[in-house]
């Protein structure tokens, strides 16, 4: 199993000062979060597109770019690709530099947008939500595996015969289809052979098995062959030496994001009993000591038989100096343990 960080590069209030880190500062806390990941042995460094002012990264490609230059071994990935709002063109050619750059890391995650800030801003229309995301996956398919290319849509002007460059470091960019729990987005990943990443950021994960085992039987149905698929699980956690303090560190920054989007989506806000029942072992939130974190790890994998697990380490804005333990006891203690008895496992 691969193991990684996510991040959508959140820069709300320090709660240990109250203020705003300037975004220069949370800029460079993220390239020594990405340099630490790659230190110690973790597999994926993912960084989520926004646009709006609680998130600092609009174009994850930027960013992994010049983390590109301070890794050596890691995979560099976009958390996701907000391609509905994008141009399948300048995604590929961005990762492609990205891949350059990396001698072959990099990954595209590729999903249609929780946050809808992009679709106005880029003249797009929220009506066509569905087929925006799945017209433009079809072309960045296309690129990826033709260097010229004669393609007609409706949602973008033509290509007739023209070569797309650079091209990747890897023959093919990997290219992953993030969903949040529709069967439709789930089928069509499956039907395309793409690996998926699944995420669960509330309620039990129990309850999405029956989207990684529509995932896994379309997969096959479609022709693909089942020993290349490839599965990727998302949760928000954070982990420190004792796990009540990871509770305690956690909780303020966590509430305060999850009450915010509350407001804006209808939800409930965010309390201290809702996310003491998530952090239970059968809850979605991985908080807690490295052993606490191994088990809701080993948990998730005996329920969907995941080949990836992704951490969503900071929701709201931590520390920099726990967020950095965290990522240590990720790659250090956690990854090792879960790969151990995942081998064991599956032999």
Excluded: C
Aim: aromatic letters at 8%.
């Amino acid at each position: 199993m691969e193991i990684g960080v996510t991040t959508f590069v959140e820069n709300t209030p320090d709660p240990t000062t109250g203020k705003m880190l300037r975004p220069e500062e949370r800029m460079h806390n993220l390239m020594e979060e990405i340099a630490l990941a790659d230190q110690v042995g973790l597999d994926v460094f993912a960084i989520g597109e926004h646009h709006r002012p609680d998130y600092i990264v609009s174009s994850p490609a930027v960013v992994l770019a010049a983390a590109a230059v301070k890794t050596k071994n890691i995979k560099l990935s976009s958390g996701v690709t907000v391609l509905s709002s994008d141009d399948p063109v300048r995604v590929f050619q961005d990762f492609a530099h990205v891949d350059l750059l990396s001698k072959g890391r990099a990954e595209i995650m590729a999903g249609r947008g929780s946050f809808i800030e992009s679709f106005p801003l880029f003249g797009n229309d929220l009506k066509d939500y569905d087929t925006l995301f799945s017209e433009k996956l079809e072309l960045l398919i296309a690129l990826n595996k033709s260097e010229k290319i004669t393609w007609e849509g409706k949602h973008r002007p033509a290509i007739d015969n023209r070569g797309v460059y650079p091209r990747p470091y890897q023959n093919e960019l990997p290219i992953w289809v993030a969903i949040g729990g529709t069967p439709q987005s789930v089928v069509r990943a499956a039907t395309l052979g793409l690996p998926m990443a699944l995420a669960i950021i509330g309620g039990e994960p129990e309850r999405f098995v029956p989207f990684t085992n529509l995932y896994k039987e379309t997969y096959k149905k479609a022709g693909h062959d089942p020993a290349k698929l490839q599965l990727a699980i998302n949760s928000h956690g954070f982990i420190a030496d004792d796990a009540q303090q990871a509770a305690d560190d956690y909780y303020g920054p966590y509430a305060y994001v999850m009450s915010k989007l509350g407001r804006e989506r209808g939800w409930s806000p965010m309390n201290r009993a809702h996310y003491e029942a998530m952090r239970a072992p059968k809850g979605s939130l991985l908080v807690g000591s490295p052993q606490q974190v191994i088990d809701k790890i080993l948990y998730e994998y005996e329920l969907f038989g995941n080949t990836r697990f992704l951490l969503h380490i900071s929701v709201g804005t931590l520390p920099h100096t726990i967020v950095m333990r965290a990522i240590e006891l990720l790659g250090t203690v956690v990854a090792p343990a879960v790969k151990k008895a995942v081998e064991k496992a599956s032999s």
